[in-house]
């Protein structure tokens, strides 16, 4: 049996997997069957907790200088994925409940670097790092860099952000709604990215206030998706032409999230973590 716990950030639900010493093999189809919300536990992503320093990646190894934990995140299908923004805050989360981890900054090792965590009185804020608009002088120039087709909709124009991991954003026009959107499967997106990618669609609310539904990666439409609600903010922040620092408010259908632009091209995404049952599972 395998000790788990499982928790949510604005409901994008992950298993955490305790293995501190990196024993653990754990192969994608123990991956789909975790997350499998009929036969297995249900999740959006599977999140082995780990010792930087044991695992089997030498980039990450190199990151235990500067975080002893490495959040070792699996997308739904099996498939690895370089960063998880709602993930970072329910990892910090159990590492305090754990004893893990103590003290108000927490840094993660993950396959996109080493990610800071502050402790908020109602959640946490996570320093995502660098980002960077995939195809800029394309961006600058058009407004633009790639075509999204969603399922039974017309081709609309989108554009490539990358947080570590990569993700593709379509401001909806006039006259579509959220509501209105089949992500049953996956959006089509021209040129394809080589690696895939987090597609999320945006509407504006007010001024700094966004609402948002994401087709992830891996996984299929999630509740939320804390990299994928910064990435909205930035490349709406990009098409207003106004880019100051100034908080974005995302509302997602699991709940809301803070996005934060910081100097230096970094950004900063705060929400809340709920750890919501431990148990043991057959892997
Ligand atoms: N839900 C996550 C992102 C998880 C990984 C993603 N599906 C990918 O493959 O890049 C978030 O909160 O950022």
């Known amino acids: 049996m395998t000790r788990f716990t499982k928790g ?3 409901e994008n639900d992950f298993v955490l997997v305790p293995d501190l010493e990196g024993t653990l093999e754990l192969t994608p189809a123990q991956v789909q069957r975790i997350a499998d919300r009929h036969a297995g536990l249900g999740a959006d992503g599977v999140i082995r907790v780990v010792r930087a320093l044991h695992s089997t990646d030498e980039a990450v190894r190199e990151q235990s200088a500067q975080a002893e934990w490495f959040m ?5 299908d099996g498939s690895l994925a370089e960063m998880c923004g709602n993930g970072t805050r329910v990892f910090a989360d159990y590492l305090r409940r754990e004893g893990l981890a103590t003290g108000d900054a927490i840094p993660v090792a993950t396959r996109a670097g080493v990610k800071t965590v502050r402790v908020l ?5 996570v320093d995502l790092g660098p980002w960077r608009l995939v195809d800029e002088e394309g961006a600058r120039r058009d407004g633009f ?3 999204v087709r969603p399922r039974h909709g017309k081709p609309v124009p989108a554009l490539s952000v990358d947080l570590g991991n990569p993700h593709v954003v379509v401001m909806l026009p006039e006259g579509i709604e959220l509501d209105q ?11 394809a990215p080589a690696d895939g990618a987090n597609v999320e669609f945006v509407k504006a609310v007010g001024p700094g206030h966004l609402a948002m539904r994401v087709h992830e990666r891996g996984v299929g439409e999630t509740r939320s998706c804390g990299t994928g609600a910064a990435a909205a903010a930035l490349a709406t922040r990009f098409w207003s032409g106004v880019e100051d ?3 974005w408010t995302v509302d997602v259908p699991g709940g809301r999230l803070t996005v934060t632009p910081l100097p230096g091209h970094r950004v900063e995404l705060a929400g809340p973590s709920a750890l919501v049952a431990d148990g043991d599972f057959p892997l």
Do not use: K, Q, W
């Open 8 to 10: 949510h950030g604005t």
């Open 72 to 76: 070792d995140y699996r997308n739904a």
């Open 121 to 125: 009185e109602d959640g946490y804020a």
């Open 145 to 147: 860099d790639v075509m």
């Open 181 to 191: 959107l089949d992500l049953s499967g996956a959006p089509e997106i021209h040129p």
């Open 245 to 247: 620092e100034s908080p």
